[in-house]
């Protein structure tokens, strides 16, 4: 069974810097991409940034140039670096996998809990 657990978020003020972490642990045999959504209240889960095993990576529109995502293969680890926040990035936090657990196996999709970052002065 796959668990991941997430850290780093909180309140922050407007114009300041959040790094989220989330570690995987479990029987991992490959992980193809890790990422960060958000959820807003009210709103719809949306993707924020995906980086695959390779290291390509995709951000979305609304984050571009202020947010950095990056791994760490060896220690399955993903983490979101965000920049100049604003108070409509506040919303829960979710880390997500695209993992398998052995060879012969498809890839799941795994998510974290969910962690609060909250941008208010």
């Known amino acids: 069974q796959i668990h991941l657990v997430e850290s780093g978020g909180g309140l922050v003020q407007p114009g300041g810097s959040l790094r989220l972490s989330c570690a995987a642990s479990?029987?991992?045999?490959?992980?193809?991409?890790m990422g960060w959504y958000r959820q807003a209240p009210g709103n719809q889960r949306e993707l924020v940034a995906t980086?695959?095993?390779?290291?390509?990576?995709n951000y979305a529109e609304s984050v571009k140039g202020r947010v950095t995502v990056s791994r760490d293969i060896a220690k399955n680890t993903v983490s979101l670096l965000m920049n100049n926040l604003k108070p409509n990035d506040t919303a829960v936090y979710y880390c997500h996998f695209s993992l398998k657990t052995t060879a012969n196996r498809a890839y799941q999709e795994v998510w974290g809990q969910g962690t609060l970052v909250t941008v208010s002065s």
């Open positions: 980086i695959t095993s390779s290291g390509s990576t």
């Open positions: 479990g029987s991992i045999f490959s992980i193809y991409a």
